[in-house]
């Protein structure tokens, strides 16, 4: 196959429909007509003699060499981009950018109202996309391109992946503002006496606090394991259920619930989040100045930290690696 002789245009197609599962949106994105994606597709099945995507209730999937094919094709889209950051000024008034993010809940309450208002009024043409992602699927995400970053707890990467601390919080414990059993403070005793609330995206799974009881031959009775934190801070004001959670989190959630926000009985365990993305955006523009704008919010936007409680006896685990905030643990 002669390269000159293939219309580089088809590509950014392809990856347009890839990303968006449609047709229709495709266009959109690239404002051209539907048509027109729809004979660049064509083209396409005929140059690779395959359908690459196939009708479905869930809109056009994927064939497997159209799955082989996207991770070449969006690191080369992102690599010409790149070239062309280091030769075109990089102007952040007039600059046409979608950047998708993965992120929990409610890290993306935190984190979006005031990257947003920062960025919004110098970067009309920056565009954000959250979505949740599977953290198994975190850096093979970031490899292929369909994810920009990711904001996750400590997990296991290549070195093609670049990750800097962005969070390191205290836990701290709600119980509703009557609990008969508990006045301002929470000992470990009563902590392990109470019925709890589990707040997760996983199906199962232990929780940081569980890990760290579990490792001191401890267990705590969870009666809910649900969702989001916002969810189970009004649950914990209508029963005498606790939850344990990050304080900055806390503090989003419990507005105007009145419950009790004490501190745990685990004062130095802490959950620690970080920031990934792929190292190939290290010569993007656009993309160092987003990661700069995302780290200088979450270093602004978290209030000091609560009074700790006296030590209660738990060893403390080693659940990620300890990083000064906003410092790159990865230079790539």
């Known amino acids: 196959m002669n390269l000159s002789r293939v219309d580089l245009n088809l590509f950014i197609v392809f990856e347009a429909i890839f990303a968006l599962g449609s047709i229709t949106a495709a266009g959109r994105k690239l404002n051209i007509t539907q048509s027109a994606v729809s004979h660049a597709l064509s083209r396409l099945r005929t140059l690779f003699e395959d359908p690459l995507f196939e009708r479905s209730s869930r809109g056009m999937t994927p064939t497997p060499l159209a799955r082989m094919l996207i991770v070449d ?160 801070a009004h649950i914990v004001s209508r029963t005498h259920m606790l939850m344990t959670m990050p304080r900055c989190f806390a503090e989003l959630t419990n507005d105007a619930l009145g419950n009790q926000m004490l501190a745990a009985p685990f004062p130095s365990l802490r959950l620690e989040l970080f920031l990934y993305w792929h190292a190939r955006s290290d010569k993007d523009a656009a993309a160092r100045w987003l990661r700069d704008q995302i780290l200088a919010v979450i270093s602004t936007s978290v209030s000091g930290l609560p009074s700790s409680s006296k030590e209660a006896g738990i060893p403390q685990v080693a659940l990620s690696a300890k990083l000064p905030l906003g410092v790159a643990s990865k230079t790539l």
């Open 73 to 232: 094709v969006r690191n080369a889209l992102q690599s010409m981009e790149c070239t062309l950051q280091k030769t075109v000024h990089f102007d952040l008034s007039t600059t046409q950018r979608r950047f998708t993010i993965a992120m929990g809940d409610p890290f993306d309450a935190v984190l979006l109202p005031k990257l947003m208002e920062r960025i919004g009024p110098v970067a009309p043409g920056i565009e954000i996309e959250s979505i949740y992602s599977d953290r198994r699927r975190v850096e093979a995400a970031l490899l292929e391109g369909s994810l920009d970053m990711a904001i996750d707890v400590l997990i296991p990467t290549s070195p093609e992946i670049g990750h800097a601390a962005v969070l390191s919080e205290p836990l701290v414990i709600l119980a509703c503002k009557d609990h008969p059993d508990i006045r301002g403070s929470v000992d470990l005793d009563t902590y392990l006496g109470q019925k709890h609330i589990q707040v997760s995206s996983r199906r199962r799974g232990l929780s940081i606090e569980d890990i760290s009881l579990r490792r001191a031959g401890l267990t705590r009775q969870v009666r809910l394991r649900c969702q989001h934190y916002s969810a189970a």
